[in-house]
């Protein structure tokens, strides 16, 4: 435990706890983006054109289950348990301003995706959008959707604004560790076209998490619009 200089109520220069810079975690942490990263484009590029219709298909779920289960176990590995103040699992200690700060985040998302989507469609290049609607495999899009909309961005929540936020605070100012978090989350998804948008999202969730201290905002704006995405797809 590393100790910082406080001032007393008789003003004496106190030494005050605070936790030390944990650089092994970090440096795991760095690991696991870039490798997401890597296997992110090396899929986009190796792995061809992704069917049509993949969120109607049981090995979709299956397959998604799998992968985010394993990013589950290592934030947990790398964070030594369910560190909740470290992966800032908390309730945000000013709930209406948080709910507020959450509406802002989640506007500025919807604009800055309809501008970019105007140029670079990072829905097409990413194929998991559905062309329409087929209620013959409602089931298995529905357990697709299930996981795009809350397994997702729980997890990717953790690993992003939680985890990597918490982790590269401890070494950098909020800005730098949003935007490293924000860029990281974006390369992780494989996309050429799609990174403007997807870095946008991040780093705009990056500063909501900085904002209210919590990732629950963000979990929660993460899973409105992905589901409002899959909505619009089916019914549009």
């Known amino acids: ?63 998604a289950l799998v992968q985010y289960t394993i990013m589950l176990v290592l934030i947990l590995v790398i964070a030594h348990g369910f560190d909740r103040r470290l992966l800032a699992f908390e309730t945000p200690e000013r709930r209406l301003r948080a709910v507020g700060l959450a509406v802002v985040a989640l506007i500025v998302i919807l604009i800055a995706t309809g501008i970019l989507s105007q140029f670079l469609d990072a829905g097409d290049e990413q194929g998991l959008v559905p062309n329409g609607w087929d209620s013959s495999r409602a089931l298995p899009f529905l357990a697709n959707a299930a996981v795009v909309s809350l397994v997702a961005p729980f997890v990717e929540e953790l690993l992003y604004r939680g985890l990597g936020f918490g982790l590269l605070r401890q070494f950098v100012d909020p800005w730098p560790a949003i935007l490293i978090t924000g860029l990281a989350f974006g390369l992780a998804h494989g996309l050429v076209l799609g990174l403007p948008v997807l870095s946008i999202f991040g780093i705009t969730l990056g500063w909501l998490r900085w904002k209210t201290g919590s990732v629950y905002p963000g979990m929660c704006v993460h899973a409105l619009f992905n589901a409002a995405a899959l909505a619009a797809a089916v019914l549009t």
């Open 1 to 63: 435990m590393r100790e910082a200089g406080g001032i007393s109520s008789d003003g004496l220069i106190e030494p005050v706890a605070v936790p030390p810079r944990q650089s092994g975690r970090l440096a795991a942490w760095i690991a696991l983006a870039g490798i997401l990263a890597l296997l992110g484009y090396a899929g986009r590029f190796a792995g061809g054109e992704p069917p049509d219709d993949v969120l109607y298909l049981w090995s979709t779920f299956a397959g």
